[in-house]
């Protein structure tokens, strides 16, 4: 029974979610009051559809939600990548459903199961035959040193169990090219689900003559790693498209103010001058428009955002709004290079930059790990940390429309990425810097969970 009082039959709720082919398995429980799941997504569909892990399933869950009465929505999901424990008969073991929320998003399948990298001797003789080709061994050795304190094995997914996002790929396709002398196309990467996936690409390259032809690394000429759309999106609006724009921003600053009675603190710790990165975290999608209305517009016109091309720019109407609010494309399918390419192109152009190092919006409205990768743009430009209350109870991912609840942006003061290197935890500088990023967010939102 909910919080509400309504009586919810987990079966009916997980049959619900089983219609979106995404969703292999799925088990539902209560959890303080609240019902959630684990999931277990059908990779191979979603290699399909050539879409990335978290998003498809993210959409998946949203769609399905929004055509359920809202007691039988499920507020949170953890992912796992084995199947859930049945009895004979087929049933899921509920008993076991709750230990399995708790360790999945932890990347564990089972509190018992040992840390560390699976042995070679206990894998699969497809799996033995796979690293005897040298440079997939290689890159498995690794794999294992890297992730030396997580469960590792062939089926560990890179994005989901790793944490590893378009930026942290870019950090790892260079070490792959100095260990094996293989490097990975974009596309390439956009077909790795697994680690198994992963060396299979790296065995194929190696076959074929190790290195594809090298291209310019995008911290250092960004320009090139862009696509003619991405640098057409970096120039400078026109007279009329300015006038455009600043009546998007009067519009969209009034709607804040006047219906989510908008309120802005720290605005003050925003440099004059110069490129520097907005950090926020991310609940909502009014998430961007809150921090639009909380910019003057003279501070917006400097600010660039980048969006998903497949969402941002799937229409006429919303390629004119992204291109008004500075938003630049990014291919999913091929966002190793072109991610960091374009931050570092916005602020080499002394240009700022809003990115949410989360990677997507947070289901529970608390703050979550952040992703490896903006470490290596926030290495060399100052970085502003941002929270924001009140767009989770606004519109909560699965909403439609929102509701008028009251918004707050809070500022933080500048940080220099070189004192961030020194206060976090890691052994690269970049998992410093994010590390040390995190507290400094969290610390703004009162929230150091």
Request: aromatic share 6%; net charge negative.
């Amino acid at each position: 029974m909910t919080k509400g009082g309504k009586n919810v039959q987990p079966e009916e709720v997980e049959e619900a979610y089983l219609e979106d082919s995404i969703i292999r398995e799925v088990g539902v429980l209560q959890k303080d009051g609240r019902l959630v799941a684990v999931i277990m997504p059908d990779l191979d569909e979603i290699r399909r559809r050539s879409a990335e892990i978290d998003r498809a399933i993210r959409r998946a869950v949203e769609g399905v939600s929004e055509r359920l009465p809202s007691y039988q929505r499920i507020s949170e999901y953890n992912i796992t990548h084995q199947p859930l424990e049945r009895t004979q008969l087929g049933k899921i073991r509920r008993h076991l459903l709750e230990n399995r929320f708790d360790v999945a998003i932890k990347g564990a399948e089972s509190a018992e199961k040992a840390v560390g990298p699976i042995p070679i001797e206990e894998m699969s003789e497809q799996d033995h035959a796979l690293l005897e080709n040298p440079a997939a061994r290689r890159v498995w050795e690794l794999l294992a040193d890297r992730y030396s304190d997580r469960n590792l094995s062939l089926d560990t997914s890179p994005q989901l169990d790793l944490g590893i996002d378009s930026l942290g790929w870019m950090d790892l396709t260079l070490e792959i090219g100095e260990s094996a002398g293989v490097e990975l196309s974009e596309e390439a990467i956009g077909r790795i689900y697994t680690v198994r996936d992963l060396l299979d690409e790296v065995a194929k390259q190696a076959e074929a003559g190790g290195r594809s032809m090298p291209r310019p690394l995008p911290l250092e000429h960004p320009e090139e790693n862009l696509s003619d759309e991405q640098k057409r999106s970096l120039k400078p609006l026109g007279p009329a498209r300015s006038v455009a724009a600043r009546g998007m921003f009067a519009l969209n600053r009034a709607i804040a103010r006047k219906v989510f009675h908008l309120r802005v603190e720290g605005a003050e710790h925003l440099p004059k001058e110069g490129s520097f990165v907005l950090t926020p975290n991310h609940i909502s999608s009014l998430d961007p428009c809150a921090i639009s209305a909380a910019l003057d517009y003279q501070q917006l016109r400097h600010i660039y955002w980048a969006g998903r091309a497949d969402t941002a720019f799937s229409n006429p109407l919303k390629r004119l709004v992204s291109r008004l609010g500075h938003v630049v494309p990014i291919d999913s399918r091929r966002a190793v290079f072109s991610s960091l390419a374009f931050g570092a192109a916005v602020l080499k152009r002394q240009e700022c930059l809003t990115w949410f190092p989360e990677g997507h919006r947070s289901h529970t409205g608390e703050l979550q790990p952040f992703r490896p990768g903006i470490g290596m743009l926030l290495h060399r430009y100052p970085v502003v940390p941002v929270f924001i209350h009140g767009t989770h109870e606004a519109m909560p991912p699965g909403k439609a429309w929102a509701r008028p609840k009251k918004i707050t942006v809070i500022f933080g003061k500048p940080l220099d990425p070189r004192e961030l290197e020194q206060q976090g935890e890691g052994e690269q500088p970049q998992d410093r810097i994010v590390q040390a990023l995190y507290e400094h967010v969290a610390e703004l939102g009162g929230d150091r969970s």
